[in-house]
């Protein structure tokens, strides 16, 4: 079974802070994706990587920005956290293409205060 | 650019009964794949059918089938004899044939009443 985690499962930071979530999966899954979710939003794509040390802006990338050192570990990082992200964050990732089945990560609920 | 759409926020069936969750789509795309994803509360979010925009036979995975009208660009999804473990948010989302990123929609909460 594929595995993606998510290094927490709720986190509170204050305004100003960095914050890195990190998202891990053990497939050898060459594309990787965050999303945001807010209730009656739906899921919106912040950053995705189709292969190690690419990035790509999806449609919120504002305020984060993404690391992917290594194929399995993709990383969010809020450089100065904000109340308007607190949100809960989605990590998935698929074998090599957007069509394939995406896996997702149980998210983190991050609160920013 | 593509746009998925699902009209229905919220929705609720008995158990045993079938409930029908709506999606359309736009995109300019002759090639493309549509999705249905579930997220039970508190659980991570897994695919539920996928379906081929050149295949005319709709994707039907147990009790979970789909309508694809292609013309109509329509994709909801069926879900027969409802269980309780079947309440969820669910997700239609879409891509093209390239490399483009999935588009979800906004989500439809089902409630499964026992």
């Known amino acids: 079974d594929v595995k993606v985690t998510q290094s927490s499962r709720y986190l509170v930071k204050r305004t100003g802070e960095k914050v890195f979530l990190e998202c891990v999966q053990d497939m050898d899954h060459e594309n990787m994706f965050w999303y945001r979710q807010d209730p009656g939003l739906g899921l919106r794509l912040i950053y995705f990587?189709?292969?190690?040390?690419?990035?790509e802006k999806g449609d919120i990338p504002e305020g984060y920005s993404v690391s992917r050192e290594k194929k399995e570990r993709f990383s969010l990082i809020l450089e100065s956290a904000s109340t308007n992200q607190t949100s809960m964050y989605l990590c998935a990732s698929s074998f090599s293409s957007p069509r394939d089945t995406q896996y997702f990560g149980p998210g983190t609920r991050l609160t920013v205060l | 650019a593509q746009t998925v759409t699902q009209s229905q926020p919220e929705m609720s069936v008995q158990e045993a009964e079938t409930v029908t969750l709506s999606c359309t789509y736009d995109t300019s795309e002759s090639d493309y794949y549509l999705f249905w994803y579930k997220q039970p509360p508190s659980r991570q979010m897994i695919l539920v059918i996928r379906q081929e925009a050149y295949k005319q036979q709709n994707a039907t995975e147990n009790r979970f089938s789909v309508n694809f009208q292609k013309a109509a660009k329509s994709f909801s999804l069926k879900i027969s004899d409802s269980q309780l473990g079947d309440a969820a948010m669910y997700f239609c989302a879409s891509t093209n044939s390239g490399n483009t990123p999935l588009v979800f929609g906004k989500g439809t909460r089902l409630s499964v009443i026992a």
């Open positions: 990587s189709y292969d190690v040390k690419m990035k």
